[in-house]
């Protein structure tokens, strides 16, 4: 396992700056050769939510007191 493969890691989405900065960090791993830090990366940047892009507020459905 010493090549890199590209195709298996997620992408960053344009505009998110977790996804930056997780990139970013991602880069700097691969240089110093941490694998498992990559790994984390790559976990983040699949987990985190991206929940802008659909349009809706998460919290703005369900109990509405009035
Ligand atoms: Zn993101």
Do not use: F, I, Y
């Not at 960053?12 to 990366?41: I, T």
């Amino acid at each position: 396992m010493t090549a890199r493969d590209d195709a298996r890691e997620p992408a960053p989405v344009s505009g998110c700056g977790v996804c930056q900065v997780l990139v970013q960090d991602r880069e700097l791993a691969w240089k110093v050769g941490n694998l498992e830090a990559v790994a984390e990366r790559n976990v983040a940047l699949r987990g985190h939510p991206h929940g802008q892009a659909r349009g809706g507020n998460p919290r703005d459905g369900g109990r509405g007191g009035s």
